[in-house]
């Protein structure tokens, strides 16, 4: 947990839209088969209808990732990993003026503009018991305004599961599974 959110401090802080992602070179991803969904903050709450939508489309894309590419199979009763997601949002404001000298003799009264920047990042992680298995985050901070919907998300998820090269009960990595179609 403490390494998510180390990786979410430096995208948010970041001006590049990227993925960044961990592999445990030790974990025996032959062992892996099944898996279950879980978003620990959004499980214990109430949330609005727009984010339910939003949360649903994120376990649907992740779904088809861990079941239609990798083949692993959900299971709510012991399973191999847990896969964990969350999406996490902040507003930050940029102050920048009109001002395009830097001797105040040309421009003594500067107009200061004040702009608000939405920040956001996916982080998805994979468990096995307490061991973290696997992490990516991608940074939609970047993402256009008008982007920022589900096939912006769908493509965040796709990227990140990118760095995930692993299909189900096998030891060795899968090369097809690590690369991001062109569209």
């Known amino acids: 947990m403490k390494n998510g959110l180390f990786i979410l401090l430096i995208l948010l802080s970041s001006c590049k839209a990227n993925v960044v992602n961990y592999l445990n070179d030790k974990a025996r991803f032959e062992n892996f088969d099944s898996y279950s969904i879980v978003n620990v903050k959004i499980n214990k709450r109430q949330i609005a209808p727009e984010a339910t939508k939003l949360m649903s489309s994120i376990e649907t894309y992740i779904k088809g990732q861990m079941e239609t590419k990798r083949s692993y199979v959900p299971s709510n009763i012991d399973p191999d990993l847990i896969v964990r997601y969350e ?11 009109n001002n395009y000298r830097s001797n105040p003799i ?18 998805i992680e994979m468990y096995n018991g307490k061991t973290l298995v696997w992490q990516g985050s991608y940074d939609l901070t970047q993402s256009r305004k008008d982007e920022r919907n ?6 965040a998820i796709d990227l990140i599961f990118t760095t995930y090269p692993y299909k189900a009960g096998q030891s060795q990595p899968d090369p097809t599974l690590t690369s991001y179609p062109k569209k």
């Open 106 to 123: 040309y421009n003594p009264n500067p107009v200061l503009n004040t702009r608000v920047i939405y920040e956001s990042v996916i982080l």
């Open 87 to 97: 999406l996490v949002s902040n507003t930050r404001s940029d102050l920048s003026s």
């Open 150 to 155: 589900e096939k912006s998300i769908k493509k």
